[in-house]
């Protein structure tokens, strides 16, 4: 090809090189319409695609038919399946805890063999594509979004984990993505909501927030995905990472060596919509060296984006030989994962029970004294906001499933669930509760970013009775608390890790996890 492409041949090209997602757990008219008539080739999945194994089975072999039937070759289908806050897969399916509980349950041992049942799990529903793992480096406390997706806050401790998680998934033929490059670690938004900028010299950013996808390039990684992020010391020019040539050609494509696929991070997230707009986010992302880009919910940004490419494409702006060669190497790994043969489903019980027993390893003692638990009594009161959605990585949370209600229901005990942020009056109140029983066992969530739950964890040190903070996200809440008051870090809040700490609480397990990250 010279470049001189019909409408139909370009757009044949192109569809190779966009990931787009579906409405529903069905495949509708309407978006087989547009697969036809786009000729996009590859898809990710989220939890409104998914409601079983065998429902997302059926929905992969219908999407693989169909996309075979307008393309001639086989979708790479994704799915964000990190484990722990981050999972699409429905209860029936293998889900693994969150790479930091994974860290501290047993570091890279325990990672590998986390992979490898993931793997399992996704290649069997048809899924040949995770987005796992995450490789930023939780360098900063105050990150919103990244947290207990990450492997701890060194460089070490991320690339080993890391590269045990890709080998793990690769080896049952699943695709790796290492995220987000260069580092989504050092920052204090999302990316999901704002342009975030990591302000660092590029010999800082070596020394950090790179060397995870070093060893991930080494690792053989399948695909990297990039980070919507500003790097002034990389690019110059205010453009984000997934957008700048310089980042992707010249750093991870030249200076890296890395010869897998680059993988954009969904293009309608406010970082590109807001600031750039999808489409002419999109053909950026392109010209400057990415070979899938993702637009993932609305069937108007996904024309937009490609119709912006096909232009892009007619006037130079994407070289067309360029263009030519990411086709090629987008083929050549669809060739090489086999995305055409179809493993059976199997009996996944024996992995979700090791699934949850990952999660009780990974509990880990804070501050205990002698090593014991306090002694909470026969009449607790437990306290802690409901779950909610901390980010718009995460799926939709079920609020029903509180901290407090689950605890006191299953151990005995009262109960008082006080909202994210409490007021003072509301502080006021679990405090002058907790001296009516005896003990208080306060679940936080994300509490060192919440004002409110900061307040309340500085005054445990007030309550007579003895107290115990069990940490339901990244365990930086516990530096809040006055250094007499025990904690119990739990790494997420989901009924695995409540389950995990019900057993703690009866004494019938003593947590032997280790903090992959410092506090304070």
């Not at 806050?153 to 699943?174: F, H």
């Not at 310089?246 to 897998?260: A, M, N, P, S």
Request: net charge negative; charged share 25%.
């Amino acid at each position: 090809m010279d470049g001189k492409w019909t409408d139909q041949e370009l757009r044949r090209e192109l569809g190779q090189h966009f990931m787009v997602g579906l409405p529903g757990t069905e495949l509708t008219p309407e978006f087989e319409k547009f697969l036809a008539e786009y000729q996009a080739g590859n898809i990710i999945l989220f939890a409104r695609n998914v409601e079983s194994c065998g429902q997302l089975r059926r929905l992969c072999r219908q999407l693989q038919e169909c996309i075979r039937a307008n393309t001639g070759h086989s979708a790479l289908i994704s799915i964000d399946q990190e484990g722990g806050p981050v999972i699409r897969l429905a209860e029936d399916g293998v889900n693994i805890p969150a790479a930091m509980a994974l860290a501290a349950a047993g570091g890279e041992k325990e990672v590998l063999e986390a992979g490898r049942m993931t793997g399992r799990q996704l290649r069997a529903v048809g899924v040949n594509f995770d987005f796992a793992p995450d490789m930023d480096i939780n360098c900063n406390p105050d990150n919103p979004v990244i947290g207990v997706r990450s492997y701890g806050d060194t460089p070490q401790q991320v690339s080993a984990c890391g590269s045990a998680m890709i080998r793990g998934l690769q080896e049952n033929g699943v695709l790796g993505c290492a995220k987000h490059f260069p580092g989504h670690g050092d920052t204090n938004m999302d990316s999901h909501l704002s342009l975030p900028c990591v302000d660092k010299t590029a010999e800082e950013l070596e020394r950090m927030e790179i060397l995870p996808f070093v060893r991930a390039v080494k690792e053989d990684v399948a695909g990297i995905m990039t980070a919507h992020i500003l790097f002034p010391a990389l690019e110059p020019e205010k453009v984000p990472a997934t957008m700048s040539r310089r980042i992707l050609t010249g750093l991870l494509r030249q200076k890296l060596g890395y010869e897998g696929l680059i993988v954009t991070d969904s293009m309608e997230m406010a970082a590109i919509k807001t600031y750039y707009g999808t489409g002419e986010g999109s053909a950026a992302a392109l010209a400057a060296g990415a070979d899938i880009v993702l637009v993932c919910h609305e069937i108007e940004d996904m024309v937009e984006a490609m119709e912006k490419a096909a232009e892009a494409v007619r006037t130079g702006r994407i070289d067309a030989g360029e263009l030519r060669r990411s086709t090629e190497r987008i083929l050549r790994m669809k060739e090489k994962y086999r995305l055409e043969e179809e493993t059976p489903l199997y009996d996944n019980s024996a992995d979700r029970a090791a699934a949850e027993e990952m999660e009780a390893r990974a509990l880990t003692p804070v501050r205990w004294k002698e090593g014991r638990i306090p002694d909470l009594g026969a009449d607790p009161l437990f306290a802690g906001c409901a779950r909610y959605r901390a980010t718009l990585a995460n799926n939709q949370a079920d609020s029903r499933n509180s901290f407090a209600v689950w605890m006191a229901e299953h151990y005995g005990g009262d109960s008082c669930t006080i909202p994210p942020d409490p007021s003072d009056e509301e502080i006021e109140t679990v405090l002058a509760e907790a001296e009516k029983h005896s003990g208080l066992v306060l679940g936080s969530f994300n509490g060192h970013l919440k004002p409110g739950q900061r307040r309340l964890l500085g005054r445990l040190g007030e309550v007579k009775v003895p107290v115990l903070v069990v940490t339901l996200g990244i365990p930086y809440d516990l530096c809040d608390v006055p250094g007499q008051v025990a904690g119990l870090a739990a790494w997420e809040y989901t009924e695995k890790s409540l389950k995990a700490v019900l057993a703690v609480l009866k004494g019938e397990r003593k947590p032997e996890g280790n903090l992959p990250v410092r506090l304070g």
